[in-house]
């Protein structure tokens, strides 16, 4: 039974750092691809930041480059993400996902993805 279990969200100032975390269980983190998602009040689900282990790339949306760095924690088989310069619209529930491939195209869409988990809520003021 695979679990996804996202923390490290909070209610943070514009210009702050944010490190969030998903824990996996019943899933090896380095051997499938994974992404962030987040999604704002009235807005669709966005795939921010992937993993493609079978290309050993990460993917950014252009809004988040240079801010976002996607990496994963193999020994705690923990998916990692690194926030900074954080700004009001990043303010958003962030979600973690998982897939059963090493390789998804497009790493964006949520379909690629077949576990989630429940999301850490990021605010920023």
């Known amino acids: 039974h695979v679990q996804l279990v996202e923390s490290g969200g909070g209610l943070v100032q514009a210009g702050e750092s944010l490190r969030l975390s998903c824990k996996t269980s019943?899933?090896?983190?380095?051997?499938?691809?994974m992404g962030w998602f987040r999604q704002a009040p009235g807005k669709e689900r966005e795939g921010v930041a992937g993993?493609?282990?079978?290309?050993?790339?990460?993917y950014y949306v252009d809004s988040v480059k240079g801010r976002f760095t996607i990496s994963q924690d193999h020994a705690r088989n923990t998916l990692i993400l690194e926030i900074d310069s954080l700004a009001p619209e990043d303010t958003a529930m962030y979600y973690c996902?998982?897939?059963?491939?090493?390789?998804?195209?497009?790493?964006?869409?949520?379909?690629?993805?077949?576990?989630w988990g429940q999301g850490t809520q990021v605010t920023v003021s």
């Open positions: 993993f493609d282990v079978g290309r050993r790339t990460p």
């Open positions: 019943g899933y090896t983190a380095g051997r499938y691809c």
């Open positions: 996902a998982a897939s059963r491939r090493s390789t998804v195209s497009p790493w964006s869409f949520s379909v690629s993805y077949d576990y």
